[in-house]
Structures are given as structure tokens and as C-alpha cells.
């Protein structure tokens, strides 16, 4: 019983539901429209990915990790919550066993889509770094290896840390966020000093007048693209976790005060927010991904047009 006080005082009071009806209900509605979308949107971008052939195959895993998890997210972890926030409008206590489990899944597909966002980074640096040689260096079979090592240890890690202290715990979830973004934002330095190389080079060449192979123009602009929308996923991805980071680590110093667990409840709302956005940078930076969206939807309106005739 005391491990469950400890548990849920990060959570509203029933004594508290006056204060929290207006979060308890923004939140509720927000999420049950996520959950659609989060579904719907990712399910068709998997289905668009894997029909896109001009799309590296080692990417082409790696988004479709990222968006089996935020699959999950619509699945399991925003119907999870939304079970949460109604049992806190109907004034009834949560069980710490049905806390623990919520944890669990939450941890999973966290962490799932955190060492995914971070392992698409490191793979479009390599790609721009090593050029050349990333065909013989980074293979299929490697890349699949390293996905499937993410969901192992996101799965056996995500129970291990409920052993932990609360205080312990959000510390430590703290700590790799914001070593996850010290390591990525790196990456992405890197990335942009080796593309901004790679431009001057080419620039170099043709003042010089100096013969180009235009497959190699052609297979650099295609890895700034990439690295582009990659970009784009990974800064959608810190903005919204990084607030419930640093919630986590203002609970260690001030405790669980009541604006404090409201802005955590946001947090999550703008964490699940993540899984509906990635799909939509799919499509609106990577251009092989929607034109096969788009070719996807005009087969679908030409076929209902044929069944109504």
C-alpha cells in the first residue's frame, strides 16, 4: 500500500478534482481525437514507405520502426491514459497495479521511439559521412539488427525501471533525455558541417569547370533531403517530450505541488502529440514518401469512382 502512495502522488487527488476538471477534460478530448490520427496516419505511412522504392532500404526499416511505435502510442498508451483522465472525472481511484501497467507501456513506446529517432539520426550522418563507403559499412541486415536491439531493450528496460525510487526513477529519465539530446543535436552539427563541405566542394568544382558526375549531384541532394526530414522528426520529437523531462526533474526539486501535476498531464498530451506529427513530416518532407500518398489516394478515388458507376 505505501509503494502505491508513492506511486500515484504524482497523479491528481481525489481531493483535488475541483482544481483539475478543465485539465481533465481538455485532456481527454485532445487525446481521443490523437488516437485516431496517430493510427490512421502512421498505418498509411508504414503502407507508403514500404511502397516507396526509391527510398534507401536502411531508412526505409528505421521509419518504419518509428512509426510502428507511434502505432503503439495510438493503440495502447493514449487509450491507457484516456481510461485515466475519465476515472478522474468519475472521482474513482486508480489501482497501482493498472499505474504500473500504464508505466510500462508508456516507458516501452518511449523508449522505443526515442533510440529510433536517435538511431535515424546516426544512420543519415553515416550516410552523409561516409559516402561512399555507407552501402558496404551500414547493410540491411545490420540496420535490422540494430532495430530489433531497440525493441528488446525497450522491452526488458521498461519494467526493470519501476524497481527504482520515484525520485530515482525521474532522475534517470531525465538524464537520458538529455543525454539523447545532447548526443542527436551532435549529430545533427556534424551533419551540417559534412552537407555544408560537400556544397562548397561542388560549387568548387564547377567554378573550376572541373568534370562532375551528375549522378553525384544528384545522390547529394538526395541525402540533404533525407537529412532534412529527419531533422524535422527529430525536432518535433524534443519538442514535445523535452517539457515532460522537465517536469520529471522540477518534481524532484518542489515535490508533487498541484500546478506542477497539471502541467504533467500536458506533457503527456503533447508527448502523444508526437506520434500524429511524425506521419505528417513524412509526407510534407520527404517527396518520394508523398507522391506515394498521393498516388495511393487517387488509385482509392478511381476505384470508388468505378464501384459507383
Same mark, same amino acid.
Request: aromatic share 14%.
Given at each position: ?24 477534460? $481538455? ?20 503502407? $507508403? ?62 523508449? $522505443? ?31 535490422? $539488427? ?164
Amino acid at each position: 500500500m505505501e509503494e502505491c502512495k508513492v506511486l500515484l502522488e504524482y497523479f491528481p487527488l481525489i481531493s483535488e478534482h475541483e482544481e483539475f476538471f478543465p485539465t481533465f477534460v $481538455a485532456n481527454c478530448v485532445f487525446n481521443t481525437l490523437l488516437c485516431y490520427t496517430a493510427i490512421i496516419l502512421n498505418v498509411v505511412a508504414i503502407y $507508403a514507405i514500404r511502397r516507396t522504392s526509391s527510398l534507401p532500404k536502411t531508412l526505409k526499416t528505421l521509419l518504419v520502426s518509428l512509426a510502428v511505435s507511434d502505432v503503439g502510442v495510438g493503440l495502447l498508451a493514449q487509450p491507457f491514459y484516456s481510461f485515466f483522465l475519465i476515472k478522474w472525472l468519475r472521482k474513482n481511484n486508480t489501482g497501482c497495479a493498472i499505474y504500473r501497467a500504464f508505466l510500462v507501456i508508456m516507458n516501452f513506446v518511449s523508449a $522505443a521511439s526515442f533510440f529510433g529517432v536517435l538511431a535515424m539520426s546516426v544512420d543519415r550522418f553515416l550516410a552523409i559521412h561516409l559516402h561512399l563507403r555507407y552501402q558496404e559499412l551500414v547493410t540491411d541486415i545490420r540496420v535490422v $539488427a540494430a532495430v530489433a536491439s531497440v525493441w528488446v531493450v525497450s522491452g526488458l528496460a521498461s519494467p526493470l525501471i519501476l524497481w527504482l525510487e520515484s525520485d530515482s526513477h525521474h532522475m534517470l529519465l531525465t538524464s537520458v533525455a538529455v543525454f539523447g539530446f545532447l548526443i542527436t543535436a551532435l549529430v545533427y552539427i556534424k551533419t551540417y558541417l559534412v552537407l555544408r563541405r560537400h556544397r562548397n566542394d561542388i560549387q568548387t568544382f564547377q567554378v573550376h569547370q572541373v568534370t562532375q558526375d551528375g549522378g553525384e549531384i544528384v545522390n547529394f541532394a538526395r541525402l540533404r533531403k533525407s537529412a532534412v526530414g529527419t531533422f524535422y522528426v527529430y525536432l518535433a520529437f524534443w519538442v514535445c517530450y523535452m517539457p515532460c523531462a522537465i517536469c520529471l526533474a522540477a518534481f524532484v526539486i518542489y515535490g508533487p505541488i498541484i500546478d506542477l501535476k497539471k502541467f504533467f498531464l500536458y506533457s503527456w498530451s503533447l508527448m502523444f502529440l508526437n506520434s500524429s506529427l511524425n506521419p505528417v513530416i513524412y509526407y510534407w518532407k520527404m517527396r518520394h514518401i508523398r507522391r506515394t500518398v498521393i498516388d495511393i489516394l487517387r488509385k482509392m478515388v478511381r476505384q470508388r469512382n468505378q464501384i459507383s458507376f
